[in-house]
Nanobody
Framework: VQLQASGGGLVQDGGSLRLSCAASGFASGRTLGYYAIAWFRQAPGKEREGISC????????YYSDSVKGRFTISRDSAENMVYLQMNSLKPDDTAVYYC?????????????????WGQGTLVTVSS
């Protein structure tokens, strides 16, 4: 599976961005709907943080406390795309954002070890 994240950029405090993750190269007979998808981020000097994920079947979804209520993950399986709508952005959200995929059917996507990773997209929130 190949993943490509895009949509990062520079935004002011309180602004919004929508990140996209384009997926391709699925195993034979599979589509994006067969994979759990997650968004991670890594800020300078900090560890990578899992911030959101969506399970096979699109429910449940998971949000870390740091983004809950501000970010929304969604999937368009027909277009092989996953999105992360980010609202009320803060300077602390500045990071490189990555999407990742895994074929596990485990219901708790936040506990998965993701096998497939895209390159990151940089989000910078200015104060």
């Amino acid at each position: 599976v190949q993943l490509q994240a895009s949509g990062g950029g520079l935004v002011q405090d309180g602004g919004s961005l929508r990140l996209s993750c384009a997926a391709s190269g699925f195993a034979s007979g599979r589509t994006l709907g067969y994979y759990a998808i997650a968004w991670f981020r890594q800020a300078p000097g900090k560890e990578r943080e899992g911030i959101s994920c969506i399970t096979i079947g699109n429910s449940p979804t998971y949000y870390s406390d740091s983004v809950k209520g501000r970010f929304t993950i969604s999937r368009d399986s027909a277009e092989n795309m996953v999105y992360l709508q980010m609202n009320s952005l803060k300077p602390d959200d500045t990071a490189v954002y990555y999407c990742a995929a895994d074929g596990s059917t485990w219901a708790f996507c936040e506990n998965l070890i993701y096998d497939y990773w895209g390159q990151g997209t940089l989000v910078t929130v200015s104060s």
